[in-house]
């Protein structure tokens, strides 16, 4: 049964993103949109649209009975969640399959097992993937916390088995601060996941944060495209995201990203998926898996020029893997500014009218966005309105490329972190490439001071 009009479970510049993708494969789109998207780029550019509700995205863009009723009156044989709102939610992906509407994603199952911290650390280990050291599962008692933290050494992360977003996580320095630590990350995590269920992890110091991409074709077999380096980080949030990794050799990346294919092969993956690690001192720590698309999937398109978006459309739609892992070559470098309506340096959001647009240009310039002069950014949502990504066959080329680009991009009546990646690229620790998790957050300490 082959797919022919993709409802599209998004907004933004991923639901343009997955319509590119689908005309090419001459497929058809149909857009939802709440009321506050009425004018969005992603409803204009779709065949059809359906409005399923008021702006909050409780009402609308996470509605699953206004969006499976949209894909049942636009005659949609397929629905694609993007990344974000509904595409991690197991449930969701079980209702679609229950309407006979095919589920552009994993198997539900994988989605539920790695949406719960604990059983996701228990199944890569069970795979073969590296664990930061920690309780083998959820930790029950101060006894038993004890226990662990003497075992794996001070300081130790306490984490909630539910979070997200970095919610209910404590470090803790020393054992006479385990017990009153450990009591804050349960409530915390009580009150925002309504589970105080917590599990205890070594902290690392000053690692990278680097994550594979893989994709499976549900049936045993599985590629991985390499890493991307998304290091840059504010509040656990990535800012700029870079492939590949300044730091990892060829060798290594064959060795981990077979370890990550061989893994997802075994566990009968389905679509796209990217396992993340953190790095420190030359070792690979699994901390988590997203089932989905990523928002810095173009930086691994760039440098092996596969469609990510294409390649899952034709997963879900029962076709093999459209390459193979000897014909998947890592080419060049890509870097991905994440721009956002918000002050570049407070990050106070700016939502509001753009009253000029135009969007950077030339050789190996990709801009992913929903903007167009006039379009009025609303307060309701996440706060990317583009993406700026860049490619050159060297890191110190794509960065003069980059640079140039960020000079072309006009984005005015908002303000947005342009001037944040301008001032990124002066600094010479970025151009070196040596940056970990923390180093954006010091610099913007400093900055302040
Ligand atoms: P969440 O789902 O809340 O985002 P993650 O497990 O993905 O939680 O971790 C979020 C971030 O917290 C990581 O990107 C990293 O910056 C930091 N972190 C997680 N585990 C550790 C650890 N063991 N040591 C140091 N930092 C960690």
Known sequence: MAITRILIANRGEIALRIHRAAHEMGIETVAVHSTADADAMHVRLADHAVCIGPPPAADSYLNVANIISAAEIAHCDAIHPGYGFLSENAKFAEIVEAHDITWIGPKPEHILTMGDKVAAKNTAGELGLPLVPGSPGAVDSIEEARAVAAEIGYPVLVKAASGGGGRGM?????????????????????????????????????????????????????????????????????????????????EERERM????????????????????????????YFIEMNTRLQVEHPVTEAITGVDLVREQIRIADGKPLSVTQEEIEFKGHAIECRINAEDPFT???????????????????RVDSG???????????????????????????????????????????????????????????????????????????????
């Open 347 to 365: 990050f106070a959001p700016s939502p509001g009218l753009v009253s000029a647009y135009h969007a950077a240009g030339g050789m190996h310039v």
């Open 257 to 284: 990203g077979g370890i990550c294919a061989r893994a997802m092969a075994q566990m009968g993956y389905r679509g796209a998926g990217t396992i993340e690690f953190l790095w420190e001192d030359g070792a690979f």
């Open 170 to 250: 404590k470090v803790v320095p020393s054992e006479d601060q385990l017990e009153s630590l450990m009591g804050q990350a349960r409530s915390e995590a009580k009150n925002a996941f309504g589970d105080d269920t917590v599990y205890i992890e070594k902290y690392l110091g000053n690692p990278r944060h680097i994550e594979f991409q893989i994709f499976g074709d549900g049936n045993g077999n599985a590629i991985h495209l390499g890493e991307r380096d998304c290091s840059l980080q504010r509040r656990h949030q990535k800012v700029l995201e870079e492939a590949p990794s300044p730091i990892l050799s060829s």
């Open 371 to 449: 903007l167009y002069t006039g379009y009025r950014v609303p307060p309701y949502y996440d706060s990317m309105i583009a993406k700026l990504i860049v490619y050159g066959r060297s890191r110190e080329g794509c960065i003069m490329r980059l640079r140039r680009a960020l000079e072309e991009m006009v984005i005015e009546g908002v303000k947005t972190s342009i001037p944040l990646h301008c001032a990124l690229l002066d600094e010479p620790d970025i151009l070196n490439g040596d940056y970990s998790i923390k180093w954006l957050e010091d610099w913007l300490a400093q900055r302040a001071d």
